[in-house]
């Protein structure tokens, strides 16, 4: 199976910044695309930012004039840059792969991190 550890949350300062990493490990042939989502309490979860293998991003409508996101691919690594923060960046942010498992198949498969909690303080 498929592990993606996320570190770099915690506390941020309103108009500051916090850096977020998410290192992926297991059975993993290759990364088709790797992710952030954010869930705040009684909210859906939505896309951040995604970044495929070939490093196109897109990004939310609200974050994106504030955020960037980047890979490394020797690391199986994806990091998210929050650039002035705000108290509606407060959530849970999990990381999300889109990997294959086998040169045999091209079957993509999803995995989530376990998430990392960003709190913001005015």
């Known amino acids: 199976q498929v592990q993606l550890v996320e570190s770099g949350g915690g506390l941020g300062q309103a108009g500051g910044s916090l850096r977020l990493s998410c290192a992926a490990s297991?059975?993993?042939?290759?990364?088709?695309?790797m992710g952030w989502y954010r869930q705040a309490p009684g909210e859906q979860r939505e896309l951040v930012a995604r970044i495929s293998s070939g490093g196109s991003t897109n990004y939310a409508d609200s974050v994106k004039d504030r955020v960037a996101i980047s890979r490394d691919n020797d690391k199986n690594t994806v990091y998210l840059k929050m650039n002035s923060l705000k108290p509606e960046d407060a959530a849970d942010y999990y990381c999300n792969a889109q990997v294959t498992m086998s040169q045999l198949s091209s079957t993509t498969y999803s995995y989530w991190g376990q998430g990392t909690q960003v709190t913001v303080s005015s």
């Open positions: 297991g059975r993993i042939f290759s990364i088709v695309a």
